[in-house]
T-cell receptor, first 109, second 113 residues
Framework: GQNIDQPTEMTATEGAIVQINCTYQ??????LFWYQQHAGEAPTFLSY??LDGLEEKGRFSSFLSRSKGYSYLLLKELQMKDSASYLC??????????WGAGTKLIIKP | DTEVTQTPKHLVMGMTNKKSLKCEQH?????MYWYKQKAKKPPELMFV???????INESVPSRFSPECPNSSLLNLHLHALQPEDSALYLC????????????FGSGTRLTVV
């Protein structure tokens, strides 16, 4: 079966750094996505990794290791507005997007 | 234009009503999707249209009926829904099924009473 695991909830402090991990087992791999979703709103695209390594975009970075079936999303200089759910999703061999259950990130002052 | 526009934003309907959700994009994307999302759950794929043809129907009950009038528009017709169908309905698009990430609309919050 296809499976994506990420922690259910994480808490971090404003101004700090947090790493959200995602491990996956899918039938094939055609890229990994990270989305941010605030409560009651639509997911917004954060990052896309298809090759191994680190992709950096401002305060957010995403890392991929295909051999380990592992990715992480790194958020630096945390702000209160970063409180949201972060969804890891993998495109499988049929180009279907398989979603993780999401990680709820709580930022405390 | 880099947006996916969904209307209405909120909808309350009775179990005997017929209503439609609308989705529009002008990014030239050739794949469009309907997702259903319950609170604290990830989006759940319902339908995929690729080049205006229904590509995937994830065993969705017939009370949900999708329609793709042209490459920019996607509708979801609703009839005889149940209270458990209450959810956030999200439309998304991508360059095609294989290429690109998904751009989501802001969703329609549906309540069935």
């Amino acid at each position: 079966g296809q499976n994506i695991d990420q922690p259910t909830e994480m808490t971090a402090t404003e101004g700090a750094i947090v790493q959200i991990n995602c491990t996956y087992q899918t039938s094939g791999f055609n890229g990994l996505f990270w989305y941010q979703q605030h409560a009651g709103e639509a997911p917004t695209f954060l990052s896309y990794n298809v090759l191994d390594g680190l992709e950096e975009k401002g305060r957010f970075s995403s890392f991929l290791s295909r051999s380990k079936g592992y990715s992480y999303l790194l958020l630096k200089e945390l702000q209160m507005k970063d409180s949201a759910s972060y969804l890891c999703a993998v495109k499988d061999s049929n180009y279907q997007l398989i979603w993780g259950a999401g990680t709820k990130l709580i930022i405390k002052p | 234009d880099t947006e996916v526009t969904q209307t209405p934003k909120h909808l309350v309907m009775g179990m005997t009503n017929k209503k439609s959700l609308k989705c529009e994009q002008h990014m030239g994307h050739r794949a469009m999707y309907w997702y259903k999302q319950k609170a604290k759950k990830p989006p759940e794929l319902m339908f995929v249209y690729s080049y205006e043809k229904l590509s995937i129907n994830e065993s969705v009950p017939s009370r949900f009926s999708p329609e793709c009038p042209n490459s920019s528009l996607l509708n979801l017709h609703l009839h005889a829904l149940q209270p458990e169908d209450s959810a956030l309905y999200l439309c998304a698009s991508s360059q095609d099924e294989e290429i690109g990430g998904y751009t989501f609309g802001s969703g329609t919050r549906l309540t069935v009473v």
